[in-house]
């Protein structure tokens, strides 16, 4: 045997070759890392508030994420206007609370508790209402025509729905009534984390595992999954797909009401624009966990708002308020170069 032959019939060994693009995320993430790291040991007691305070935050975001991923999901359509039925969902909720139920700063136990539970189902209904309308007058029409067209036509939609709220709230941020007990639940080195912040965090978990259940458990989650994977071949198995792209537009609108109902309690105001805004920031946590999958829509949502809360709420060396948004979605375009499928997500081939 030839010593060219001997060589060949060694195994070779395996390096792991690292592109430039990898190499500059990794060096993005140990900084990060660093940054929070420094910050930690500097302010334990102000990093543990302000996690805490991201991750409320997020789990509200996570609402509106799964709105977005759920209809993605269903026809690849990213519904720019799901913000702004978000946004109405808010309003909603302020004006039958206030005008309804009389809900103040103080309420007793007794007033407050079924008043809640009557603005939920009012905004639920309304906003899923909406969504089912949009659905069925501006997208199912534009169902075969080329991408684009529904794209625009989502967006259309979202000014129509600005220009809702602009007439009903008006161009300056209405404060909302402090309906929740702001008293602390405990205090971490003199930060205080209150009850409204933990009844809105703990408000979303049974949504999120309920709206799991319903995907991956039910009858009706199965024919989703089904008309998400083909439509025409979950027709020939006897699924009703516009019921189910119909019905799929209701839990993203009924999600989008209790997102604008729990956003409006822990914030204390609602603005005609802030739809688009959080709209925005929702649509980037899905992309971040992988859009149209639900628990990468919650995982990057939380994600989303711990991100914004450190930059907010850490003081050693911190951007500030004011570079909140351009961090945000510089967080889309690097996970849009870097990681396209997202976190969560599974990278999949286009079709022809």
């Known amino acids: 045997m030839s010593a060219t032959a001997t060589t060949d019939a060694l195994p070779t060994r395996w390096v792991p070759r690292i592109g430039l693009l990898s190499a500059i995320g990794l060096v993005l993430v140990a900084f990060v890392l660093f940054w929070l790291g420094v910050n930690l040991a500097k302010e334990p007691a102000a ?32 519904n720019f206007a799901h913000g702004d039925v978000f946004m109405l969902g808010s309003a909603i909720s302020f004006g039958v609370a206030t005008n309804w139920f009389s809900l103040h700063d103080t309420n007793s136990i007794g007033k407050l508790i079924p008043a809640l539970l009557g603005t939920l189902v009012v905004a639920t209904v309304v906003c899923a209402s909406l969504n089912v309308t949009f659905e069925f007058v501006a997208y199912r029409p534009l169902r075969s025509a080329p991408r684009l067209a ?14 809702v709220g602009l007439r009903f709230i008006g161009s ?11 008293n602390s639940v405990f205090v971490i080195g003199g930060h205080e984390y209150r009850w409204y912040q ?11 595992v309920g709206l799991v259940y319903l995907v991956q458990r039910t009858r009706q989650g199965k024919a989703m999954r089904a008309t998400a994977q083909d439509q025409d071949a979950a027709a020939m198995m006897g699924i009703n797909v516009n019921r189910t792209i119909s019905f799929t537009f209701l839990i993203a609108g009924a999600l989008a009401g209790v997102a604008g109902l729990l956003y409006a309690i822990y914030t204390t105001n609602i603005a005609y624009d802030q739809g688009f805004t959080l709209g925005l920031i929702a649509f980037t946590a899905a992309v971040l966990g992988g859009i149209g999958n639900l628990p990468g829509a919650v995982l990057g949502a939380v994600l989303i708002g711990l991100i914004q809360q450190f ?4 003081s050693w060396h911190s951007p500030g308020s004011d570079w909140t948004q351009s961090i945000v979605f510089s967080i889309l375009i690097l996970i849009l170069v870097f990681r396209p499928e997202g976190l969560l997500g599974e990278r999949t081939p286009e079709g022809g």
């Open 311 to 314: 930059n907010e709420g850490l």
């Open 150 to 163: 529904p794209l625009i036509t989502a967006i259309g939609m979202s000014f129509f729905l600005q220009n």
């Open 47 to 78: 990093f543990a508030s302000t996690f805490l305070d991201g991750l409320t935050l997020g789990l509200v975001y996570g609402l509106v994420a799964l709105g977005y991923s759920l209809v993605y999901g269903i026809l690849e359509l990213i």
């Open 172 to 182: 300056a941020p209405v404060s909302v009534p402090n309906i929740l007990s702001h």
């Open 198 to 208: 933990l009844i809105v965090g703990l408000s979303t978990l049974p949504v999120l």
